[in-house]
């Protein structure tokens, strides 16, 4: 793809176009490429163009400055420019703001409410009103997504872009990500016992639910049992009384005969 020279040829990713120019820069030019890359809108990590061999070359040469600023956009904050200019290039506004974004990154990383505090101190703002600006153009550019807890001025970061890491933070990153595995275990685990008891408790439930119903069936067939037998001895007993009361009524009769005969003797 070719390009006017000095200029970066247009890809898909931000930082690739400077990836590929560098490939064909040297001296002054490789230092203005760096000058361009640390103003580019949307390129926030530079890992890749650290790699490149024209660009490595400044680590040791009178342009050190602009490796130095390069590899600070990478890892740094804003903090650690403040506090050695002299070995980084002069930025300008546009370069200080991109910064100032990335050390919010960075800071989200270790909290995700920043007290407003830390956030003046690092980013070395005055008042507030400025301070909730500049999060409100990270937050526009995606950079961060969160929102301003002015009640308690804070920060509360739910998301940020990743920034560029170095080899020997793999080891701190190897280990974080193996306490988050550890804890998603710790949580696998537990939820796997409280499903057992869970259905330990739904199996006793089922049977006790068995055996309440097993024991009305048989309630209903005693109840039924003894209704029976109730009718039955009261059809007995009516039948007795009667059989009983029509024997009466024979020998009542009888007697009254008996009675009535003997008058007529008379």
């Not at 306490?179 to 016992?193: G, R």
């Not at 639910?209 to 029976?228: C, G, M």
């Amino acid at each position: 793809m070719t390009s006017e020279k000095g200029s970066p040829p247009m890809t898909n990713n931000p930082l690739e176009q400077f990836v590929i120019l560098a490939k064909s820069v040297h001296g002054a030019a490789t230092v203005e490429l760096v000058r361009q890359v640390l103003s580019a809108p949307g390129v926030h990590v530079f890992g890749e163009l650290l790699d490149m061999p024209s660009i490595k070359v400044l680590d040791n040469s009178p342009n050190a400055n602009s490796y130095n600023t390069l590899n600070l956009f990478a890892y740094g904050t804003y903090r650690q420019y403040l506090e050695t200019k002299n070995n980084f290039l002069e930025l300008t506004d546009v370069e200080k703001k991109k910064l100032q974004h990335l050390t919010i990154v960075t800071l989200a990383t270790k909290m995700k409410c920043i007290p407003y505090s830390v956030l003046l101190q690092e980013l070395d703002i005055k008042n507030v009103r400025d301070l909730e600006d500049l999060i409100i153009e990270a937050i526009y550019a995606d950079i961060i997504h969160g929102k301003l807890d002015q009640k308690n001025s804070q920060l509360e970061v739910d998301y940020a872009i990743g920034r560029d890491t170095r080899d020997s933070d793999l080891g701190v990153i190897i280990n974080t990500l193996q306490e988050w595995c550890d804890s998603c275990e710790a949580v696998l685990s537990a939820v796997e016992k409280q499903m057992q008891q869970a259905n330990m408790e739904k199996n006793k439930a089922i049977k006790h639910r068995e055996a309440i119903d097993t024991e009305v069936v048989n309630i209903k067939k005693t109840l039924k049992s003894q209704s029976q037998e109730v009718e039955e001895a009261m059809a007995t007993d009516s039948r007795e009384a009667v059989a009983h009361g029509d024997k009466m009524k024979k020998s009542m009769k009888s007697k009254m005969i008996r009675g009535s005969a003997k008058l007529w003797q008379k």
